[in-house]
Structures are given as C-alpha cells and as structure tokens.
C-alpha cells in the first residue's frame, strides 16, 4: 500500500537545468556583443562626421555640407596626392577641422610658379581646382616636405586658407584626422568625395 503523504510539504524541488535554452541565451549575447563591437569600430573609424566651414572646396563640397571622416585608412597607408583629407591646423584642438587635397606628400619638392604646381620639378597633371592660383603664398620658393608632411590646397584657392600661407603651413601627419570620403548632406548632392 502506498504511502500517503499528510499535511502540507514544504520541501522545495530540485529544478534542473535546460542547458540548450542556456546555450542558445549564450549565444544570443554573444551574438549582440559582436554586432556593438562592429558598429562601435565602423562608427569610431568610417562615421565620423564633420561640417564643411567656408567656400575652399567649391565646387565640390560646399559651406555647410557633412562629409564622412575615414579616420582608419592613415592608419595603414600615407596620404597621397589627390586625397582630400581632415585635418586641425598646427594641431590646434580649438580649431574647427580643415578640409583640404594634398598636392604634394612625404619627401616631395613643390613651388607654385605662374598659377601651375609643379610636384618634384614637374607640373601636377591633374586639374582638380576651379580657378588658377594666383597667390602662391610660401611656395613661390620651392619647398621640400618631410617624410610625415603634406602640402595641401582648397579647390578653390582664391577662398583657401591652405599650406600657401604661414599660419597653416605644412601638415604633419599627426595632425590628419582622416580622409573625407563620403559627403551625406544636403541628400540631393550625396556621393563619395573625389
């Protein structure tokens, strides 16, 4: 005859654990861990975003467009001529950011003489600024950069505060913030930076 239990039992039983469920919770963390870790990477180095001040790149980039910062690219390769990068000048952290095209890089000569750049004695082959140079500032004289230095110029150069003049001068790669690659504001003017 089985025993019957009288009164109440306030012995609690022992519940074992669904390891599967604990598995997929764990996974599920893990999962979501890895995807922050992403976006907080993608953010930090291609998602910084910066408000173009002035008119030194018209036509391309306009006073008050937002342009994307690609801040991980110098950190694997130099800039080179073409670039249009960020930078503060003199690294002045009170500064706004600057965005300007290199036109020399590391260890080239330059001299600015009748409105043409000529990059180690050889005029620059490319044609990225909307009107002629007429102020050749401190390149009239011919210039050698150094291994971790830019010469940089607005493609607009008759409304550039650029390396031409002493108070910018040549940048120093410790001073780049990055290359400015992706303009995303106004929407109707969208596109990547060339």
Request: hydrophobic residues 45%.
């Amino acid at each position: 005859m089985a025993r019957r239990s009288r009164g109440l039992n306030f012995r609690k039983k022992k519940r074992e654990l669904n390891i599967p469920l604990l598995r997929e919770i764990a996974v599920w963390i893990l999962e979501i861990a890895i995807a922050v870790a992403l976006a907080g990477v993608c953010v930090y180095f291609v998602g910084v975003r910066t408000t173009v001040v002035g008119q030194s790149m018209s036509e391309q980039l306009q006073d008050g467009d937002q342009v994307l910062i690609n801040r991980f690219i110098y950190k694997v390769k130099k800039p080179k001529i073409g670039d249009v990068i960020v930078f503060l000048p003199n690294g002045n952290e009170k500064s706004h950011y600057y965005i300007k095209r290199v036109v020399a890089a590391g260890g080239d000569t330059i001299q600015i003489i009748d409105g043409v750049i000529y990059v180690n004695e050889v005029p620059l082959d490319k044609d990225y600024f909307s009107a002629a140079i007429a102020d050749p500032g401190v390149a009239a004289e011919k210039i050698r950069l150094a291994a971790d230095e830019c010469f940089v110029i607005g493609d607009n150069p008759g409304g550039s505060e650029d390396s031409r003049f002493a108070n910018i001068g040549n940048v120093k790669s410790e001073y780049i913030i990055g290359k400015a690659w992706f303009k995303i504001l106004p929407f109707s003017d969208a596109g990547f930076v060339e």
